[in-house]
């Protein structure tokens, strides 16, 4: 495929250019925010440093962190930078870790935002023939509007589906030749099983490539989906706070995602002690918006776990590349003392040929964590008998243990007990949290 680029002289400009930009945005953001933001402009001087203090990027360090509960402590307008004359849009956070935190918006700030998916898009080989179906959920959440956004850029022909109503997006798809899906990895998933369950294979429909993220989800679910849909399936990254989707995209590469360091400048720290952390070291995304006007967090903490990398890409970009988070620093559980992830869990039911509809349940009785896994079996064992089905479960829980060093009791439910996800999945249920 002939490498296509929405912003090319961006998207492949020499790295110390890059840092060069990065550093002259940084000095002029950093300003702003000190004449504008009194939350912020505080911090700083808890911190002792001033505008002056920044020269460049290699001063970033200096600066202090913002954390969600800053957020939290600032809604609604304690982090606006502009008077709200001036805003044209408000987005919200879907809530999955807690209260909703608001992001105000330009036009300015849209339209840079929408110039991100539309980058998105073109990696994904997209343009002007393309037939663009947003299945991200419309409204508070940025995904259907960011998406929506890059469509229209890219000029693909946007059906705003919105998320749900599966028979009709299906129709849709079928009935206008949707060659492109933007939705959840849940939901993606979900209509793959939709297709199957209504004897419509893959050749059926146009589909070619998917765009999917908003959520944490493994190699393994992309290579489910990718079949179940009969497409390429990229991952795509962001967060309401620092806009949306299109932070970073994935490129035909497929070995991390490309972050818009033009727009958001990345760096990797240690979650516990706050250190920044060389390349190639595993900690937390820290992300400071160089070109936000109304809502412009600095060395914002995302609590997304993952690596950057600077390898030389295959696709020409030479933009970093971000790993695929594993997941947040929030949604790690401990259980028994020993750190989980959900992703690995999903990784071993793939690999032991389960879909990915599972749910983790932990509670605990006593001093003890209980650890639970409901997995829907597959539709051919709902004939088997208890034993066999007793020796399947043992046999998962022993993968498992083996992945995590604890041992969990899984529970086959039937197929299609577990509610389906039309956007973000809700994976883990910890009823410890209800007791304290
Ligand atoms: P909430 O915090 O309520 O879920 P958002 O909708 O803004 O609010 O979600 C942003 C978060 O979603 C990110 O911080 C990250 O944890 C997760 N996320 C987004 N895209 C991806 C992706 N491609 N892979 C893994 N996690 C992702
Ligand atoms: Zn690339």
Not at 43 to 57: F, H, R, S, Y
Not at 105 to 123: F, G, H, M, P, S
């Amino acid at each position: 495929m002939e490498q296509r680029y929405y912003q090319k002289e961006i998207e492949t400009m020499p790295v110390e250019q890059i840092k060069a930009m990065q550093s002259e945005k940084l000095v002029k953001q950093v300003q702003h925010v000190w004449d504008n933001v009194p939350y912020y402009r505080n911090l700083m001087e808890q911190k002792g440093v001033t505008p002056a203090d920044i020269k460049g990027i290699e001063d970033l360090h200096k600066l202090p962190f913002l954390t969600k509960s800053d957020l939290r402590d600032a809604y609604p307008y304690g982090l606006l930078a502009k008077p709200l004359k001036d805003c044209v849009r408000i987005q919200s956070t879907s809530g999955t870790t807690g209260r909703r935190v608001v992001a105000f918006y330009t036009q300015k700030d849209v339209d840079l935002w929408e110039d991100c998916c539309a980058r998105a898009i073109v990696a994904v080989g997209g343009t002007n023939e393309d037939v663009c179906q947003v299945a991200y959920g419309y409204g508070l959440f940025t995904g259907g509007p960011g998406l929506n956004g890059g469509s229209h850029k890219v000029g693909c022909l946007t059906l705003p589906m919105s998320s749900g109503n599966t028979e009709r997006q299906v129709q849709f798809m079928q009935d206008l030749n949707a060659t492109i899906l933007c939705c959840t990895p849940s939901y993606a998933a979900y209509i793959g099983e939709y297709l199957a369950e209504h004897g419509i294979s893959p050749d059926d429909i146009a589909l070619k490539a998917g765009i999917f993220g908003a959520e944490p989800w493994t190699e393994e679910m992309r290579r489910g989906i990718e079949k179940s849909l009969g497409i390429k399936a990229y991952d795509i990254y962001g967060l309401t706070e620092t806009s949306g989707p299109g932070v970073a995209f994935e490129c035909s590469e497929q070995t991390g995602m490309h972050i818009n360091e033009d727009h958001f400048l990345a760096e990797i720290i240690d979650p516990d002690t706050g250190e920044v952390l060389p390349e190639g070291s595993k900690g937390e995304l820290v992300f400071t918006a160089l070109d936000k006007e109304a809502f412009p967090l600095l060395r914002y903490r995302t609590r997304d776990i993952c690596v950057l990398s600077r390898k030389k890409c295959s696709c020409g970009r030479t933009l970093i590349k971000m790993a695929k988070p594993m997941g947040r620093s929030d949604d790690m559980l401990i259980i028994r003392g020993v750190n989980v992830f959900p992703s690995q869990i999903e990784t071993v039911l793939l690999n032991e040929g389960y879909q990915p509809n599972y749910q983790i349940v932990v509670d605990r009785v006593g001093n003890n964590d209980t650890f639970e896994v409901n997995v829907e079996m597959a539709p051919e064992h709902f004939s088997d008998t208890v034993s066999a089905l007793t020796a399947l479960e043992k046999s998962l829980a022993g993968a498992l243990k083996t992945m995590l060093g604890i041992n969990p009791t899984v529970h086959l439910v039937p197929p299609k007990s577990i509610t389906r996800s039309e956007g973000k999945a809700v994976r883990v249920i910890d009823k410890r949290k209800l007791h304290d």
